[in-house]
């Protein structure tokens, strides 16, 4: 491998300095928008993939479906998590501009400490939020919506059917009758769906449309969840694990500057147990729930920071010395 130049030969002028960054955030930006665009594309898609984990915890604890109380609501979410979404995927574009205006001042010993954190921290930031969307998510709505579910339910009064009337029956069915059964009047109940469904016909063509009404478990507290609050949420909790699961990052960086070693890690793992767990307090929006399934993998991950700063310490990342940095 050639000697490192001296770095006499990379200074540049500030006036040089800054006309490069400018270049590098323009073909940034110029970068993002045609993913921003396809991005906006697939908006609808992508808000029903974040939503979709709402959909199945309903359904599954039986309550009605998610609501939107305000004209803007869901058009406003769509907008937001397109834009989450182009800057997450440009992110590696941003990063490729960002590290092509610090590369050229940088020795290549200095470079290879970037070669080793820059995939680590990729990989850490899809693990923790495949962690969040696959684990966390599910069981966070499933404990908050089977919480509220026995809050103040009362048992109705026994009332006998009064002598005379016959009770008509109503259609209870996994799904939707076929369509050639589809008549106006008929209605039933959707136990996959918990929803009334009406069959009216249309004023333009008389085609049949199916009018819908969500259909709870009895409940004190009804759980109408709002799209808003919902996506405001899931990307808090998002930020959360993607800065969390940096930990391994933070320790090897601190143990290449010589702040901490492999024995102090080891000497104080029950110091970090209770930083790693008002991490996790400060970092969730304040249930148990979330903050255990932050604070367990956060753990784990200090772990793996000790281990990873046992097996990569800064000398062998480096490598030997060269340029005029050898004598040193």
């Not at 939707?176 to 996959?192: C, H, K, R, S």
Request: glycine residues 6%.
């Amino acid at each position: 491998m050639p000697a490192d130049k001296p770095i006499t030969e990379t200074i540049m002028p500030l006036g040089d300095h800054l006309e490069e960054l400018r270049t590098r955030v323009v073909h940034a930006l110029y970068g993002l928008l045609p993913i921003c665009i396809t991005a906006l594309a697939f908006g609808k898609q992508i808000l029903n993939f974040l939503l979709q984990p709402l959909f199945d915890a309903l359904d599954e604890a039986g309550f009605g479906a998610a609501q939107a109380t305000g004209p803007l609501e869901t058009f406003g979410a769509y907008v937001k998590v397109s834009i989450i979404a182009a800057v997450i995927v440009g992110g590696p574009w941003i990063l490729w501009q960002g590290w092509r205006f610090i590369a050229p001042g940088l020795y290549d010993r200095e470079k290879r400490f970037v070669y080793v954190l820059l995939p680590l921290s990729t990989l850490l930031t899809t693990a923790g939020v495949v962690f969040l969307y696959k684990v966390v998510v599910p069981s966070l709505l499933s404990f908050l919506l089977l919480f509220s579910a026995d809050i103040g339910t009362r048992t109705p009064a026994i009332t006998p059917i009064p002598q005379g009337i016959t009770p008509s029956t109503l259609l209870v069915l996994a799904g939707d009758p076929p369509a050639e059964q589809l008549t106006p009047g008929l209605f039933w109940v959707n136990t996959e769906l918990h929803q009334v469904r009406y069959c009216v016909a249309n004023d333009a063509d008389s085609s049949p449309v199916i009018l819908t009404q969500s259909l709870s478990k009895e409940s004190a507290i009804r759980q109408d969840y709002r799209v808003t609050e919902y996506i405001n949420l899931l990307l808090s909790l998002l930020l959360a694990f993607a800065v969390s699961f940096q930990t391994p990052v933070v320790i090897l960086v601190l143990g290449w500057a010589g702040i901490v070693t492999t024995a102090f890690l080891s000497k104080y793992r029950k110091h970090a147990v209770f930083v790693t767990a008002v991490a996790a307090a400060i970092l969730t929006p304040g249930d148990v729930a979330s903050m255990l399934l932050l604070w367990i993998p956060m753990y784990l991950l200090y772990e793996l920071g000790t281990f990873l700063l046992l097996i990569l310490p800064a000398h062998r990342v480096a490598g030997p010395a060269e340029g005029p940095d050898a004598a040193s």
